[in-house]
């Protein structure tokens, strides 16, 4: 079973601080990370995706990745209400996504 | 017309009734896939496409079957459906390197077809 878990929140953080969202995964060939972003209504739209142990930043989003322990995150520094939306984690083990149940986020103005 | 796209956007059918979703890809990809998306539960795969030949099947009852006749255009013929299927369908694409790890091997997901079955 290749299972990918998120805390499904509801996650409230005030505008203007950190929102940190966690994922793990199941599958050790995990070799691709992904985080999608999925407002009420719409599409899943990436904003990060991550291949190496380690930091990746873009803008406000650092997505962290630790193999070894089989854990991903995605920080959100200068939350904006805008943020506000559904995270989902995604792993690719070969050639097939796994999602997680998306942790919901919610910037308070 | 750029992406993904899928039309219609909201469908409300009976359990009888026949219709088909259909999804197109403007990226050039060569793997296009199908989700369901249900409230509380984590995206579902239901069918895969890879270089037009299909490649998983996730236990999909037969009442829904898809079709690809090119690596750009993706059907789910849907049949006898049954209430709980309704659900918010998602087509997507992506570029399979086939090697893990593949640079830009991120899915792109269409709008979805929001499926109401009475």
Known sequence: QKEVEQNSGPLSVPEGAIASLNCTYSDRGSQSFFWYRQYSGKSPELIMFIYSNGDKEDGRFTAQL????????????????S????????????????????TSLTVIP | ETGVTQTPRHLVMGMTNKKSLKCEQHLGHNAMYWYKQSAKKPLELMFVYNFKEQTENNSV????????????????HLHTLQPEDSALYLCASSQDGGLAGA????????????????
């Open chain 2, 103 to 118: 640079p830009r091997d991120e899915q792109f997901f269409g709008p979805g077809t929001r499926l109401t079955v009475l």
């Open chain 2, 61 to 76: 009852p037969s009442r829904f079957s898809p079709e690809c006749p090119n690596s750009s255009h993706l059907f789910l």
């Open chain 1, 83 to 102: 943020d506000s939306a559904t995270y989902l984690c995604a792993v690719k083990p070969g050639n097939q996504f796994y999602f997680g149940t998306g």
């Open chain 1, 66 to 81: 630790n193999k070894a322990s089989q854990y991903v995150s995605l920080l959100i520094r200068d939350s904006q209400p």
